[in-house]
């Protein structure tokens, strides 16, 4: 347990960054910012991603997992008994093995660690992500990328994988939902006038649509 929550703690940061920078990809995508871009300016976003994906899996590298002197540690920490018992049961005599009263001393030391193993604990995980991120960026994100997703719809995936288009010389939004409506004045109190491409049944309308708004409409 001890050796899960060192871990934990030491990948969940490195998890949550990767999120994070998933969620400002997301959020961009889904706003639609890939098919209105040029081929190059599609090709050098995916750099930068894929650069910011990298630097935030870096620290993977240097991860180690705890071994067990560091684990027997924590767990003296976490339970906050004196003379460090878990420590003391996996250790040895280093010298004085003949010595009768140093033996004696020893076992003496042991048996009263051996009292203390019921009380040893593992307290949870730390990570302390909110000290290294303090001004809870992670939330906005995720506020942002939920945000993003209503306004993308049903276009979701289609507007991610705009940015894999290279064929595409030009924007690749033909094939992409145009939202357009209009704003009453506010005194009037009325909602915005959604306008609408296709009549119910789906079918495209060919000539002038008539809609009535308010004087003063945007």
Same mark, same amino acid.
């Given at each position: 347990r001890a050796n899960a929550a060192m871990s934990w703690e030491?990948?969940?940061p490195v998890f949550v960054a990767?999120?994070?920078?998933?969620?400002?990809?997301?959020?961009?995508?889904?706003?639609?910012?890939w098919i209105n871009l040029p081929r190059w300016a599609r090709l050098a976003g995916l750099a930068v991603f894929a650069l910011a994906f990298i630097t935030a899996l870096y620290p993977l590298i240097r991860f180690r997992m705890p071994g067990r002197q560091a684990a027997l540690a924590r767990v003296?920490?976490?339970?906050?008994?004196p003379h460090s018992p878990a420590t003391a049961l996996d250790d040895s005599l280093a010298n004085s093995r003949d010595d009768a009263a140093t033996r004696a001393l020893w076992n003496i030391h042991l048996r009263r660690a051996e009292k203390k193993a019921a009380a040893l604990t593992v307290g949870l995980p730390s990570p302390g992500v909110?000290? +290294?991120?303090?001004? =809870?960026?992670r939330g906005a994100v995720l506020v942002a990328a939920i945000a993003a997703a209503f306004i993308a719809g049903p276009e979701k995936y289609a507007r991610v994988l705009a940015i894999f288009d290279w064929q595409t010389s030009g924007?690749?939004?033909?094939?992409?939902r145009m939202d357009a409506w209009i704003d009453p004045p506010p005194y009037t109190g009325r909602p915005p006038i959604l306008l609408?491409?296709?009549t119910d049944g789906g079918k495209d309308i060919?000539?002038? +649509?008539?809609?009535? =708004?308010p004087a003063g409409s945007i």
């Open positions: 030491s990948l969940w990767v999120l994070v920078v998933a969620g400002v990809f997301l959020t961009v995508s889904w706003l639609g910012l003296d920490r976490d339970s906050g008994l909110p000290l +290294q991120d303090r001004f =809870a960026v924007s690749v939004s033909q094939g992409f609408k491409a296709q060919n000539g002038i +649509q008539q809609v009535r =708004a």
